[in-house]
Each structure stands twice: as C-alpha cells, then as structure tokens.
C-alpha cells in the first residue's frame, strides 16, 4: 500500500518543483529573435528602436523598446541583439519587485538572495536585495533598484550578452587608458 503512494508522491513533487527554461515574456537569450515574436507581447504601441523614429514592421536594429504588459501593469522593455538577431539580453523596468519576486518564485523556484548595501551619489546608504534563478549559462537576475533608487530592474542574459558586455566594457577601458 505504501509503495502504491508513494510514486504518486514522488511525481507529483518533480512537477511541483519543475524548472522551466528562464525567460522573459517568452523571449530566451542565446537564440534568435523574431518580428513576430516582439509585436506579439507589445502593448499596442510600435516596437521603437535606439535610432527612433522606426516602426513596429523593422526589428534589425540592435536595440528596441518595447511596452509588454507584466504583472499587474505595464513595464518598458529593452531588448538587445547582435547583428545576426539573436538575442543577446532582455531588461525590464517598470514595476513591482516583491510582486514580481513572488510571480517569478513561483515559476522558476526559490533564487539565490544576496544583501547589500548600495549608495547613491549624495552617499546615502539603501539595501538591495537582488534575486538570482541560474539555468546553465542563463541568469535571469532581479534586483530591488536599478539605476534609480526605489525602480526595480528585472535583466536576462545569457552566454552571449555576457561575452558582449565583456568585450564592449574591456574596449571602453582600453579606449579609456589611451587617452591617459
């Protein structure tokens, strides 16, 4: 009888704590990015990109913006892809942090949770929490404050938006100590 139960059991624990692939609006990193995949999840208005002035029709651009329904609101999205169009990172701003923690806790599983303590330019001292969900070389990171205090940023990158930052931030810096 116990054995009976007990597979049942065990099943229903493995779909309980199932991880699925780490995403943002249904968008994965590391692969390549459709038009039609973009304008499904915008919010009416047309996809723009950094050089402005595009519409919802041209997805080549390197950088977009997007408004996506998420959460309880709307968040402005900011999606950038290399020159072949495969999705480097996706960033998020716009909403709530505790709600967004729990929605995402619940779809990917309990984070890595990290404190500290953070400052802004007057020196005044703010804790940040940032919860982190790892799927190989995937990291979809969410942190209590962006670049303003008190504006959650919800980021997702992968091997390659990682490889990209590296060598644009390793370029700036060289550029940087030629000038010294």
């Not at 995403?23 to 050089?51: F, N, Y």
């Not at 072949?84 to 716009?94: C, D, E, I, M, R």
Request: proline content about 3%.
């Amino acid at each position: 009888m116990f054995r009976r139960l007990l597979l049942p059991l065990c099943l229903l624990a493995a779909l309980s704590s199932a991880s699925y692939a780490l995403d943002i609006k249904g968008l994965h990193v590391d692969q390549p990015l459709s038009c039609t995949q973009l304008h499904a999840i915008d919010e009416g208005q047309p996809t723009w990109s950094s050089r402005g002035g595009r519409t919802a029709a041209d997805c080549n651009d390197t950088l977009l913006f997007a408004a996506v329904s998420f959460g309880n609101g709307t968040a402005l999205m900011m999606v950038q892809q290399s020159e072949k169009q495969v999705l480097l990172s996706v960033t998020l701003t716009g909403f709530d942090f505790n709600d967004t923690l729990a929605a995402l806790t619940v779809k990917f599983g309990r984070p890595k949770i990290t404190e500290t303590v953070i400052h802004n330019r007057m020196n005044a001292a703010f804790e940040q929490t940032t919860a982190e969900w790892v799927d190989g070389d995937v990291r979809l990171r969410l942190k209590m404050h962006g670049i303003t205090i008190g504006k959650p940023v919800l980021q997702l990158f992968g091997k390659q938006g990682l490889k990209d930052f590296m060598e644009k931030k390793e370029n700036a810096a060289a550029n940087a100590a030629s000038k010294l």
